[in-house]
């Protein structure tokens, strides 16, 4: 059986006002246009995950809210993990294990540099210098269960970014 995981990292935010914390941080405009596009992209190659993963940093979860509503998953299908604020490869992967369940398809909105990392080290390939904001990263991997999630397994990996014009 083959399940596949969604990487992406919040989109663009605002820097932090004066005595604002950086969990806070709202999207800017960009970001607010950049995420529903990147979601209409993922649409339209039939990516729809079973559950979303988030920090619950304001950026994070309000770019898998976009996305979730673009793609027409529901609201309840949303889980937010503290564990995934700032979190390194390591934790990300442990999220997955731990909260993935029967979903054939886990997407995943974290923070770089842990997210880019992430991707390098589930990768069995393309190599990421960096994911952009709102960059999306996806992979395919021949698991049964979320729990054998590995390093440098994946079958097959796709990368896709606001920017890319591809």
């Not at 399940?3 to 006002?17: C, E, G, I, Y």
């Not at 190659?45 to 988030?54: A, G, H, N, Q």
């Not at 619950?56 to 793609?71: D, F, G, H, Y």
């Not at 995943?108 to 960059?135: M, Q, R, W, Y």
């Amino acid at each position: 059986m083959t399940r596949r995981l969604t990487l992406v990292r919040h989109a663009k935010a605002d820097t932090a006002l004066p005595g604002q914390q950086d969990w806070d941080r709202v999207l800017d405009r960009r970001g607010q246009l950049d995420a529903p596009e990147m979601a209409r992209r993922l649409r339209s190659r039939k990516l729809k995950p079973d559950l979303i993963l988030s920090s619950p940093a304001v950026r994070a979860l309000s770019t898998a809210s976009i996305m979730a509503r673009e793609l027409k998953v529901h609201a309840d299908r949303i889980a937010q993990d503290e564990r995934l604020y700032l979190a390194d490869p390591k934790r990300i992967v442990e999220v997955v294990r731990e909260l993935g369940g029967d979903a054939q398809h886990v997407m995943v909105f974290a923070h770089n540099p842990g997210i880019t990392d992430c991707a390098n080290k589930l990768s069995a390939g393309e190599h990421i210098d960096t994911l952009p904001t709102c960059g999306v990263f996806t992979a395919r991997f021949a698991v049964d269960d979320w729990s054998q999630l590995d390093w440098a397994s994946s079958l097959e990996t796709e990368f896709d970014y606001p920017r890319n014009l591809a």
